[in-house]
């Protein structure tokens, strides 16, 4: 079990530097709000909405929607929305549906990981 622990990490280590590398290419002014890209109010939010532009026409209370908690504020939501209108992201058409698309499997995988890490931890617990 701790030898599969440490493979589940090394997975979940993968995922991350991948969805860091999409952030870094599909919208890169993310991280003047979210200072790590992987956590899961940030997540979330690039779940929901995949681009810049899907943030920037959002509504308030959309975004609000999908925070965890309190965080980002209401003040930095509307501060991500106007840095998601001026992103210097990728535009390419065809890039932008890749990226999505790996990103959301992305997020898939990690999650499903930290579930398996969790009730792992709970197991070696016992």
């Excluded at 890209?37 to 899907?54: G, I, M």
């Excluded at 965080?71 to 990728?90: C, F, M, N, Y």
């Amino acid at each position: 079990m701790v030898r599969h622990r440490y493979e589940l990490i090394n997975e979940s280590t993968q995922r991350k530097n991948k969805l860091i590398a999409i952030c870094d290419e599909l919208f890169p002014e993310l991280t003047n709000i979210y200072k790590d890209p992987n956590l899961p109010s940030a997540l979330a939010l690039r779940e929901r909405f995949s681009t810049p532009a899907a943030v920037a026409t959002a509504s308030l209370s959309e975004l609000k929607a999908v925070r965890i908690g309190k965080h980002p504020s209401d003040a930095k939501l509307l501060e991500l929305q106007q840095l998601a209108a001026q992103s210097i992201g990728t535009k390419d058409a065809a890039r932008l549906r890749g990226l999505v698309f790996e990103q959301k499997q992305l997020i898939k995988e990690l999650q499903l990981i930290q579930e398996h890490l969790k009730s792992l931890r709970w197991k070696l617990r016992r």
